[in-house]
T-cell receptor
Framework: AQKITQTQPGMFVQEKEAVTLDCTYD???????LFWYKQPSSGEMIFLIY??????QNATEGRYSLNFQKARKSANLVISASQLGDSAMYFC???????????FGAGTTVTVRA | GAVVSQHPSWVICKSGTSVKIECRSL??????MFWYRQFPKQSLMLMAT?????????EQGVEKDKFLINHASLTLSTLTVTSAHPEDSSFYIC???????????FGPGTRLLVL
């Protein structure tokens, strides 16, 4: 079974600094997609960034970038220039084997300090 | 585009009553909708997948007679928690997908409290 692992339950980061959130996945499928979502205290799930297994370049979206290391099966999220509004829970998720179901990691709570 | 709404956003009910939650894709047609459940500080757990016009597919351990899902149109899916009990109190989130090749768009969630 495919699995997404996030090993950091919580992290603190100083405002304006960068933070890296770890995500590893376990699959033998050649085709898969990896996602990062942000969930603030309001509960809504906000899509941040997507990386396909065949994508040659690391995905970037504004202050978010995905450090995709295929051989290590990792897809870490980097948030640059952290802002107070970045405080939230962050989930790594994946779709595997042409299955449209999303498998979620346990999540990482990020707290940005002023 | 790709906006998904849920109604209600909050519901408090007495034990034994049934609660219906609606999930709507506002600006696109969703061939597939998903229902998740989330307990505080935990991850999302997929409950079921529903395709328009067909029966929902439930994940292992989810009681289909307890959580009734109807996907009557390409823009509406409903989740009914039947005979709700306090242990059903949770955050329920739906998502919608145009097709299998696209990402899922999430609704804002519904907080259910059963007294």
């Amino acid at each position: 079974a495919q699995k997404i692992t996030q090993t950091q339950p919580g992290m603190f980061v100083q405002e304006k600094e960068a933070v890296t959130l770890d995500c590893t996945y376990d699959t033998s499928d050649p085709s898969y997609g990896l996602f990062w979502y942000k969930q603030p205290s309001s509960g809504e799930m906000i899509f941040l960034i997507y990386q396909g297994s065949y994508d040659q370049q690391n995905a970037t979206e504004g202050r978010y970038s995905l450090n995709f290391q295929k051989a290590r099966k990792s897809a870490n999220l980097v948030i640059s220039a952290s802002q107070l509004g970045d405080s939230a829970m962050y989930f790594c998720a994946g779709t595997f084997s042409n299955d449209y179901k999303l498998s979620f990691g346990a999540g990482t709570t990020v707290t940005v300090r002023a | 585009g790709a906006v998904v709404s849920q109604h209600p956003s909050w519901v408090i009910c007495k034990s034994g009553t049934s609660v219906k939650i609606e999930c709507r894709s506002l600006d696109f047609q969703a061939t597939t909708m998903f229902w998740y459940r989330q307990f505080p500080k935990q991850s999302l757990m997929l409950m079921a997948t529903s395709n328009e016009g067909s029966k929902a597919t439930y994940e292992q351990g989810v009681e289909k007679d307890k959580f009734l899902i109807n996907h009557a149109s390409l823009t509406l899916s409903t989740l009914t928690v039947t005979s709700a009990h306090p242990e059903d109190s949770s955050f329920y989130i739906c998502s919608a997908q145009r097709n299998a090749a696209e990402t899922q768009y999430f609704g804002p969630g519904t907080r259910l409290l059963v007294l």
